[in-house]
């Protein structure tokens, strides 16, 4: 650099890069620091005034000048960009040059002393760069110097619902919202009105997954009024179209269409169709196609069955073949005309001698949805993995489902490979044998269905993958049904200004989210396409099945909801809107209460005490109870009150801050009707009580069901003995009685069995009472309602998966349930449609006798009564359960305390870390009967084991001293009755803090 006025060139060397870094450090700490005496940093003017100026300090060190992205960024500067590599940040700083004095290490130890000469002027500057009444705070709150934005500041607010199957959205020039749905629509979303209007009616093809799939603005739209849709035309010919229409006037012109591409499919068999839209840099349309392949008959592995008259079943013919346009991302030009270009830089010559030239990536099965980088150019997309559970020997890995990044044009493997290039064998559909695994640094298409060249581009590797199970890699995926998507990449830069854009602390991120799943994740990745960092998007927020995302003008983000049922018009299919909410937030107030209902008189005690302000502000309560009942001088946390009448009573409560802000929420209070209550009675032969909670081999139970309802009566005078549902059930596999409700609960095992129906998204192919994927759960009910191993049979189909039963579509394995979760599920089907005049379970008193084997399994005893209701209220459900489970438990399996640790090794699992005060706990047993205790130990060196009641120093009812290498004990236990919280502590108090034991199981006895 060359100092102005002069005309020669200043020759101080530079400085060594950590020198460089930490001048450049101490530079940028001027530059945020605020001025004495106040709480604000420099206005914009001062700071670009500042920085030129220390920008020729720094350039005469020969230390690369710094950039101000805008007033309130923090220059942070990590030693990395004092050796010259690129910070990808978004855009605060730029990638040096090559040639940057960075890239020189010659020693210099005086250059410091420079810019030291200049503090003075600095301090200066400093101090002069304005009042604290000029330098306003920034009133928008979170600033790109703060750490992560607080996640329950993300606001999910919903602007319209109830849509038919809608898959793609595009922003109007004015905010408004452009979508489609499979079946055809065209609608618009007023963002003024927040009303939905229909503006056009395709005709489609709907069969497989075939329909209007996807949309796109044109570039210039505001001029040429041009969209783009993705769709399957009607009639015999198999083909998906990428057609230009004219929408203006809240009028598509279907006359005008131009169809652009024609795509060649097949029709005969399902899935995967894709079909997404989006421009990209310089006028590029992307286009997603799937592969066409029906993935049914292939055992969830690579669908390669190239045998005569079965093309639809075999990828390699789509995907893998690069003269076929399907299994692919698409890039074209489309042209004034109606026709397309190919542009420059896609997989293969322009000539077609080596593949399509349209294909920009290669090797998907379902790219459903991805998005643009449109700052970096990076291409992401989702791709919907296969459906193996497990992996195989002979045949490959398991499914999973991918998130893929494209810098440039590429093949990702698809039918060979899956995930991070897990090989698939090459297999015989004829013979069933398997051979080769596939080599993804030189894969051959050797099909007899593939038209394209034989040798493939190296297959790339998915940038994230993940399998129905939790994930190794990247278990913050979770678990259960899975449909990988690709979001929008934000930048802040875009958005200043805006009250309610995302905070720039996303600047650069990407999002990650699943359509099933429903998470969404934040991805930073290098500008060499590296992933750096994943951390969760609004995790506190539920959708139901995203399936598109668009950022609005105002920075906030628009998501499209598809809705919980496949194929239907939903009523939580919503167009939502996620916005950052700054500032002070309203309260989030909460009522419990100790009871919903009862007969009348009803006295009912409420309270808001787990009403909380995020802002930490001080909240006052107001209480409502009908719309008679106003109480102004009930300002506090609780409110009594007694209902007189029997009907239902909406009792709301507002919670206001101290700031003005408030909010209410509400609670259904049902008078006259009390719940019905059940009870198991178990008995043995001569009478006595027998234990609730474990049975023996062979042991012969009375059981009697008692029923009790305020208003019905009891069994024995005025409630109808048919109309109690009694069922006994064993469980070869058994239960976890931490996982299962016991006692007097109001449908607590239905409540847990949809809540995991929900949570593993089983409800996206089944409803109760509708066939969507796969049947309604009712008629798996009545199909197997006669089956005495109904239960085993759908837990084994649950956890493993399965096709061929009910159609041609597989069902998803599950195996990230728990054997008794998926119990819970089973039993929850087959409840269905047993009400109380169609019962046919067993009688409310009778007899059964235990298996002769009582090692793993567990009886299930339930018993449901709903009442006939009362004075106009409706009816309530009461229900018992019990679980009577082995003897014999796996100390694994039950509550360990802290740092108690599961241990597996050759012997099998057990318990180790089993230091003086350590503990186990089983949770409400029944201590009726029980009279021993024998512990199985996998190692002993010393010390005692305690048994005591409810707690650490609860009554003492067994105590055992333990013998080094001694590995079998058995102990007595003093009587005790009905059921408690029994503790297993472990003490050794001469060596307190080494491990006494690992401990495998314990069994109980009988008196």
């Not at 029997?646 to 209410?664: E, F, H, I, N, T």
């Not at 059964?848 to 209701?869: C, E, H, I, P, W």
Request: glycine share 8%; aromatic share 10%; net charge negative.
């Amino acid at each position: 650099m060359r100092p102005f006025g002069s005309k020669t060139r200043l020759t101080a060397r530079p400085l060594r890069p950590r020198t460089a870094f930490a001048a450049r450090s101490f530079v940028a700490e001027l530059l945020t620091a605020r001025p004495l005496g106040s709480k604000t940093r420099l206005r914009c003017k001062t700071r670009k005034v500042l920085t030129l100026t220390l920008n020729l300090t720094l350039l005469t060190l020969r230390v690369s000048p710094l950039s101000v992205g805008g007033c309130g960024r923090r220059l942070v500067l990590s030693e990395a960009e004092a050796r010259g590599r690129p910070r990808a940040t978004g855009g605060c700083f730029k990638q040096r040059d090559k040639k940057s004095p960075h890239s020189h290490s010659q020693p210099h130890t005086s250059s410091m002393t420079h810019l030291l000469r200049l503090i003075p002027l600095l301090f200066l500057l400093l101090t002069a760069c304005g009042t604290p009444a000029e330098n306003q705070q920034n009133p928008l709150g979170q600033k790109a110097e703060d750490g992560p934005p607080q996640q329950n500041r993300l606001v999910k607010q919903v602007l319209d619902e109830v849509f038919d199957e809608p898959m793609e959205m595009a922003l109007l020039p004015n905010g408004d919202i452009l979508l489609v749905e499979r079946k055809g629509a065209i609608k618009r979303f007023d963002k003024v009105t927040r009303q939905t209007v229909v503006v056009a009616e395709l005709n489609v093809h709907q069969t497989n997954e075939d329909g209007l799939l996807g949309l796109a603005l044109d570039p210039d739209y505001l001029h040429n009024h041009w969209i783009y849709l993705f769709y399957s035309p009607p009639g015999f010919l198999p083909l998906q179209y990428v057609s230009r229409f004219e929408y203006w006037n809240d009028e598509v012109k279907l006359s005008s269409e131009k169809v652009i591409l024609e795509i060649t499919v097949q029709r005969d068999e399902c899935c995967h169709s894709a079909g997404s839209l989006e421009f990209g840099p310089k006028g590029n349309l992307f286009i997603s196609v799937g592969d066409n392949t029906n993935p049914f008959e292939s055992g969830g592995y690579a669908p390669i069955d190239e045998r005569r008259g079965r093309k639809a079943f075999d990828a390699r013919r789509s995907s893998s073949n690069t003269q076929d346009l399907r299994g692919k991302i698409l890039r074209i030009h489309p042209e004034p005309d109606g026709s397309y270009t190919i542009p420059d830089g896609n997989l293969f010559p322009k000539d077609g001698t080596q593949g399509r030239p349209e294909i920009y990536v290669m090797g998907c099965r379902n790219p459903f949805r991805y998005a643009i980088d449109k700052e970096r150019y990076f291409l992401y997309w989702g791709d919907v993995g296969p459906d193996a559970a497990y992996d195989s020997l002979g045949r490959g890995p398991k499914g999973h489902d991918e998130l893929n990044l494209a810098m440039s044009p590429g093949y990702y493997g698809w039918p060979l490979f899956n995930g991070n290039n897990k090989p698939y064998n090459a297999f015989d559909f004829t013979t069933k044998v398997s051979s080769d695994l596939f080599d993804p640094k030189a894969p051959l298409n050797t099909s007899r269905n593939n038209a394209g060249i034989q040798e493939l581009p190296p297959a790339r590797s998915a940038l994230i993958w993940y399998p129905y199970d939790i994930s190794v890699e990247f278990p913050m995926t979770k678990s259960g049904s899975r449909n990988a998507m690709a979001g929008p990449t934000y930048y802040a830069a875009g958005f200043e200004g805006s009250p309610v854009a995302l905070p720039a602390y996303y600047n650069g991120k990407t999002i990650f989210f699943d359509w099933m799943r429903g998470w969404m994740f934040m991805l930073s990745v290098s500008d060499s396409g590296k992933l750096e960092h994943i951390e969760p998007f609004a995790p506190h927020l539920k959708f139901n099945n995203p399936i598109d995302m668009e950022l609005a003008p105002d920075g906030s983000l628009y998501v499209l909801e598809y809705g919980t049922g496949w194929f239907l018009e939903n009523p939580d299919a919503r167009i939502s809107r996620i916005i950052y909410e700054r500032g002070n937030r309203a309260p989030l107030p909460k009522i419990t209460t100790d009871r919903t209902n009862g007969a009348a008189p009803l006295t009912v005690s409420f309270s808001a005490s787990e009403s909380v302000d995020l802002d930490g502000d001080s909240l006052t309560y107001s209480w409502w109870v009908g719309n008679a009942h106003y109480f102004p001088d009930k300002k506090g946390l609780t409110l009594t009150h007694t209902f007189e009448t029997p009907g239902s009573y909406d009792v709301r409560l507002r919670a206001a801050d101290d700031q003005g802000k408030k909010m209410d929420t509400h609670i259904e209070i049902v008078v006259g009707n009390e719940a019905p209550t059940l009870d198991w009675q178990l008995t043995d032969r001569k009478g006595n009580a027998v234990n609730k909670s474990f049975y023996w081999a062979r042991q012969w139970i009375a059981y009697q069901v008692m029923v009790s309802d305020l208003e019905d009566g009891t069994l024995a005078e005025g409630i109808d003995a048919q109309d109690v549902a009694v069922s006994i059930d064993y469980l070869k596999e058994g239960m976890d009685p931490a996982e299962i409700s016991l006692g007097h609960q109001s449908q607590a095992a239905v409540v847990t069995a949809e809540a995991l129906l929900e949570a593993n998204n089983c409800i996206a192919c089944h409803k109760l009472d509708q066939a969507l994927v796969g049947p309604a759960y009712g008629e798996v009910a009545d199909a197997y309602r006669n089956r005495t191993d109904a239960i085993d049979y759908l837990v084994g189909k649950i956890l493993k998966g399965g096709t061929g039963v009910w159609g041609d579509h597989v069902m998803a394995a599950q195996p990230q349930l728990s054997a008794t979760e998926a119990t819970k599920i089973a039993r929850f089907i087959m409840s269905l449609g047993q009400g109380p005049a169609e019962v046919q379970g067993l009688p409310v008193d009778g007899t059964f006798t235990t298996v002769s084997n009582a090692k793993k399994g567990a009886y299930y005893l339930q018993a449901t009564y709903t009442d006939r209701g009362a004075a106009g209220v409706p009816a309530l459900k009461g229900q018992a359960n019990l679980l009577l489970r082995a003897p014999c438990v796996e100390v694994e399996t039950i509550e360990l305390g802290p740092g108690v640790l599961p241990i597996e090794l050759g012997q099998g699992p057990f318990v180790d870390n089993l230091v003086d005060s350590a503990y186990l706990v089983f949770r409400h047993i029944d201590m009726t009967g029980l009279g021993r205790v024998v512990f199985q130990f996998a190692n002993v060196t010393g010390g005692r084991v305690e048994l005591r009641l409810d707690g650490l120093g609860g009554p003492l009812v067994s105590e055992t001293a333990l013998v080094k290498d001694q590995l079998i004990y058995e102990a007595s236990l003093k009587p005790a009755n009905d059921f408690h919280d029994l503790f297993v502590v472990f003490r050794n108090e001469q060596v307190p803090g080494m491990s006494m034991a690992g401990l495998d199981r314990m069994c109980f006895r009988r008196e």
